[in-house]
């Protein structure tokens, strides 16, 4: 049995990628195994639940991304520190989960129409992005970390989400100053910075209805 833990998931960003920017910036070797969409489906019905990612360390196999971050953030204390800022750590997960299954039922459906785009786009993004900034803002610290004075697991999901505003909507993201103040001062930590500029990061954003979509 490999003592490397590894990461199975599509040759693109999408979930996987805090995952990735976790174990990169506290330094955990593992194998980055990354699938192609048109080899799915022959190793479909290997996976739990037939999805990815799955994160396999030694006999652990962890299907469900909000699952393998909740490991790694308990084997690694990245939950934050005591029953308050763990509880501001799991709100501040799901509202940018919900932001992230949004952007996906947007932009990643074939029945999604380009009006309803654009109204995404133009409205509604902003008025979610601005809830979540205003949560972001409401902390006892003064760090710019989402929770307390050290990173956590929703550091990771925020940094991912907001980097793709930063490459597809960065008109968006200066008008929400304190995520761009956020985004700025996180891809500077060492390990993030190395990784960022590495090929070990998939060009790609996600899989739209038409193909991969990249970084514009």
């Not at 980055?32 to 006999?59: C, E």
């Amino acid at each position: 049995m490999s003592t490397t833990p590894e990461l199975l998931y599509f040759d693109i960003r999408g979930r996987a990628e805090p995952i990735r920017l976790l174990l990169e910036d506290i330094g955990i070797q593992y194998t980055n195994k990354q699938v192609n969409l048109k080899d799915w489906a022959a190793i479909r019905s290997t996976t739990p639940f037939h999805r990815m990612p799955v994160y396999t360390d030694g006999d652990i196999e962890i299907p469900e991304s909000f699952a393998i971050m909740n490991y790694l953030g308990r084997k690694y204390d990245l939950l934050g520190k005591g029953m308050k800022s763990q509880v501001r750590c799991d709100v501040a997960v799901e509202a940018w989960r919900d932001y992230g299954n949004r952007l996906a039922s947007v932009f990643g459906a074939l029945s999604t129409s380009e009006a309803a785009r654009k109204t995404f786009i133009d409205t509604e993004q902003l008025s979610l992005l601005s809830d979540i900034e205003t949560f972001y803002l409401n902390k006892a610290s003064a760090a710019l970390y989402w929770v307390g004075n050290a990173p956590t697991v929703v550091d990771y999901f925020a940094f991912h989400l907001i980097d793709g505003i930063a490459s597809q909507f960065p008109r968006l993201l200066s008008q929400l100053g304190a995520l761009k103040e956020f985004h700025e001062y996180f891809s500077e930590r060492t390990n993030i910075k190395i990784y960022l500029a590495s090929n070990r990061r998939p060009e790609a954003l996600f899989y739209g209805p038409n193909g991969k979509v990249f970084p514009r």
